[in-house]
């Protein structure tokens, strides 16, 4: 209850509360503790401002503090930029044919210069570029959409007598199944039929050998948080167990779930790269970065150097914004500032 002799400002109260200890104030004494904090010099009259900080706050100033994060969004944006621009303003297309420059080195007509067939290696691999960050974002979502759905229903109904654990045995011997149905072959058997159609049928393709370990954990994540008194209460009051997933179990795992989804654009496009590489990805009439290395002219540098280079800026800036996501959502990491 206030005292309404108490004539203090805000100020006052703010500069109390710094100099108060903090095992007499639980917020801010809580906030303190935190390893990502511990470093943190309070600003006069902005106590105020860290108990009141939210969580999406505190996560986006973690990452934006991370060097590495801004490396990898300036990379990442940058090669964006380029597959969505470049090819509109480029005088060549990825299968114009200049016959006369085969085999030629990089000019200010051809960027990347023109390998033995006369195409031009700066249109091929923008081009490719755009279908490599299609397929591994697709992937990566679609992957960690079915792990989702088979990890957390596994979990759940575990414990739920005799019939859920017959529905988690059969989900579990399901992920055992595809960890050891050979991958490699039946993505080299399916992928030219399915190319056919439309090179979009390769997302789903890689995204169903793909999602399987994602799930184990997920499975183990939920077994652990089905235990716990909130979710045990939403059970007793008659919750529907889809309600009880989606608003107390999700929540509790969608930093482990982003994170994964994150550093998996790379492994996909890694795997499509792969794929095309060896002549059993994207095909004519498309082009991915793997399609244009599989061009490649090993006495020729420039037929596969600058493509090799735009995939490897293109995964490492993936991968290292994924590292800068973890750290951020990790409060324990040593790297995690505020």
Excluded: C
Aim: charged residues 15%; proline residues 5%.
């Amino acid at each position: 209850m206030t005292n309404p002799s108490d004539m203090r400002g805000t100020d006052d109260a703010a500069k109390l509360q710094q100099t108060t200890d903090p095992s007499a104030n639980p917020v801010l004494g809580a906030v303190l503790e935190d390893p990502a904090l511990a470093d943190l010099d309070v600003p006069a009259g902005d106590a105020r401002s860290i108990e009141s900080m939210g969580r999406g706050e505190l996560l986006r100033r973690r990452f934006l503090r991370n060097r590495s994060a801004w490396v990898g969004m300036i990379i990442f944006a940058l090669l964006v930029l380029m597959a969505i621009f470049a090819p509109m303003f480029y005088q060549y297309g990825p299968f114009e044919r200049d016959l006369r420059n085969a085999l030629t080195g990089p000019s200010a007509y051809h960027w990347f210069g023109v390998n033995e067939n006369g195409l031009d290696i700066f249109a091929r691999t923008m081009k490719g570029l755009r279908i490599s960050l299609v397929i591994g974002l697709g992937t990566a979502v679609l992957t960690s959409l079915l792990a989702l759905i088979v990890g957390i229903v596994a979990g759940y109904v575990g414990n739920k007598g005799k019939w859920g654990a017959i529905a988690d045995g059969a989900l579990v011997n399901l992920i055992n199944l595809f960890l050891v149905i050979p991958s490699l072959l039946l993505l080299m058997l399916f992928s030219p039929v399915l190319q056919r159609a439309t090179w979009l049928l390769l997302i789903p393709l890689l995204a169903l050998f793909a999602w399987m370990l994602t799930a184990r954990v997920l499975r183990a994540m939920t077994q652990q948080l089905v235990r716990t008194e909130y979710v045990e209460a939403a059970r007793f009051m008659g919750v529907h167990p889809i309600v009880t997933m989606t608003r107390h179990i999700i929540p509790n795992i969608a930093s482990w779930i982003i994170i994964d989804t994150t550093l998996g654009v790379s492994g996909a496009i890694l795997g499509e790269t792969g794929l095309s590489f060896i002549g059993f990805g994207i095909q004519y009439p498309q082009v991915s970065l793997g399609t244009v290395l599989q061009d490649y002219n090993i006495s020729a540098p420039y037929t596969w150097i600058p493509p090799a280079i735009v995939l490897a800026a293109l995964v490492i800036s993936i991968n290292l914004m994924g590292e800068a996501l973890r750290d951020a959502l990790d409060p324990t990491s040593g790297s995690s500032r505020l």
